[in-house]
């Protein structure tokens, strides 16, 4: 069993992930809280932070990879100092993306 937190309340997430054709590999990872959901299938990177979906692909450039890593991160840090919730963290990540 693979437990892993969610990045920004602290609970344990679902894990699921399954082989798909010819060997490729799908992994998701969502909080029961429905505020931060992470999947990688076929190539595809996806993260769902509150309202905010982020994503990239394998034949992206490791430059737009790296980008949207670090939006990922400023979002989660948003998303864990946000009292207000979706609504909140909405409004404060408008520019960010």
């Known amino acids: 069993m693979n437990n892993r937190e969610c990045p920004v309340c602290g609970t344990i997430m679902k894990h699921d992930s399954m082989s798909g054709p010819m060997g490729t590999e799908e992994c998701h990872y969502k909080c029961p809280n429905h505020c931060y959901s992470y999947s990688f299938e076929y190539g595809g990177t996806e993260y769902y932070i509150w309202d905010c ?24 840090e948003l998303a864990k100092a946000d009292s207000e919730g979706i609504e909140g963290t909405a409004r404060k990540t408008k520019g960010l993306l």
């Not at 992206?60 to 990922?72: F, G, H, L, P, Y």
Request: hydrophobic share 25%.
């Open 53 to 76: 979906v982020l994503g990239y692909y394998y034949s992206d450039s490791r430059e737009r990879q790296d980008t949207i890593e670090r939006k990922v991160k400023k979002l989660v």
